[in-house]
Structure formats: C-alpha cells, structure tokens
C-alpha cells in the first residue's frame, strides 16, 4: 500500500501548479491547450475482501472469469480546453494486471 509522507506538501505543490497554469492560459487559444490522462477499466469488479466466520478453515469465493479479475483495457484520451477530442484514442487491450 502507498502513504503519503506529506500532504500538506503535496497539496501546496498542486495549488501552486494550479494557480501558475491559470494565469499563463489566458496567453493560449483554448483549441490548443491540452489534457491527457490514462484510465485503466476493469472487466469485472472485485474485491481482495471476503467475509467468513471465525475459525473457518477455508474461505471460498467466486468469479465469472479468472482471466476478466487479471486483464484490463487501459485507454488514454487527448482533450482540448474546449472538450473536444484531439486525434486518436489510445487504447491497450488486455494487460495483464499486476496485483492479482
């Protein structure tokens, strides 16, 4: 699992990026200021969670797929400032899911 050593350093360091990005966009058309992220989908949902009585010697769970809970789609749009699409859509089939 991941900490966090300092989040009140983390968070000042996204408000100032914040902050200096706003006062440099007014210089730009909005048609070229872009954002780019990656969003990773599941194809189906699970948890690493289970319930089960004390003492229970075996705890059971179910999937539809073993191969749905160890890939993923991962896709990585390009926005314009102006919501709009820019060129293709990146997308990685598949991938094989690293914590499972």
Avoid at 28 to 37: G, L
Avoid at 72 to 82: D, K
């Amino acid at each position: 699992m991941k900490e966090v050593e300092n989040v009140d350093t983390i968070n000042e360091s996204a408000e100032k990026f914040v902050s200096d990005v706003k006062k440099l966009l007014p210089s730009y058309i909005e048609c070229n200021v872009f954002n780019t992220d990656q969003l990773g989908l599941e194809l189906e949902m699970h948890s690493n969670r289970t319930l089960s009585f004390e003492e229970e010697k075996i705890t059971v769970a179910t999937v539809r797929s073993k191969h749905n809970i160890t890939h993923s789609y991962t896709v990585q749009p390009i926005l314009s400032m102006e919501s709009t699409p820019v060129g293709l859509l990146f997308l990685c089939l598949k991938e094989a899911v690293s914590n499972c």
